[in-house]
């Protein structure tokens, strides 16, 4: 009787054990990262991988990244430049938001170019104008193309963070030029 009990309890031991392996393994499959290997594939470097991604961008992308790059560093030179040149106080004003949105808008923009390996634009010279006049034309028509880009970009990029960008800065752009035909219109 005695050998009996211990063999029905070995007996079950044995398949408690082989229930816990059992389920170990389960629960290892349906989490694989818990213990991760290294791929081939994949050197764990956080460059490559960024590296690999910045592959995934398209060209017009791209296009769109250095174009807005671009159109914004020019936004905010110039408008340092209406800020303190500008003889009317309401150029002057728009200079300074020039200023302030486009260079927070230039940020979010490079981080994106820094993420996706696209590489940002020299700043080049603002661009020289006679009077307020002249400037507000400028930031006109400077505003009107920057909105259709942007809403191109916002509608048809292929990058989500990009379209993202693209769509939320439409939003400041069309206000921009919304004030930039305001004051214009002021202006003789």
């Known amino acids: 009787m005695k050998y009996r009990f211990s063999t029905n309890i070995r007996f079950v031991l044995g398949l408690i054990a082989i229930g816990c392996i059992g389920l170990t393994g389960t629960s ?15 050197s764990g470097s956080p460059e490559t991988s960024s590296k690999a991604k910045g592959g995934t961008l398209s060209s017009a992308d791209k296009a769109f990244i250095k174009d807005a790059a ?3 560093m020019m936004e ?8 303190k040149n ?7 004003n728009f200079g300074a938001r020039m200023v302030k949105d486009h260079s927070k808008a230039n940020e979010d923009l490079k981080a994106i170019a820094k993420e996706e390996n696209v590489e940002w634009p ?3 010279e603002p661009g020289k104008w006679k009077s307020d006049k002249d400037y507000m034309d400028a930031m006109v028509k400077d505003h009107e193309k920057d909105l259709a880009a ?7 990029g292929s990058d989500p963070k990009v379209k993202s960008f693209a769509d ?3 939003k400041t752009v069309r206000e921009h030029l919304e004030m930039a035909k305001e004051i ?3 202006l003789k």
Do not use: C, Y
């Not at 905010?76 to 800020?83: D, F, H, K, L, Q």
């Not at 500008?86 to 002057?92: F, G």
């Not at 942007?150 to 048809?156: D, G, Q, S, V």
């Open 70 to 72: 671009k159109g914004g």
């Open 168 to 170: 939320k800065t439409a």
């Open 86 to 92: 500008a003889t009317n106080s309401e150029v002057k």
């Open 150 to 156: 942007f809403e191109k970009e916002a509608k048809n």
């Open 122 to 124: 020299a700043e080049k």
């Open 184 to 186: 214009d219109a002021k």
């Open 28 to 42: 290892l499959a349906q989490n694989p990262k818990m213990f991760p290997t290294a791929t081939p594939s994949s």
């Open 76 to 83: 905010v030179a110039m408008g340092r430049v209406a800020e």
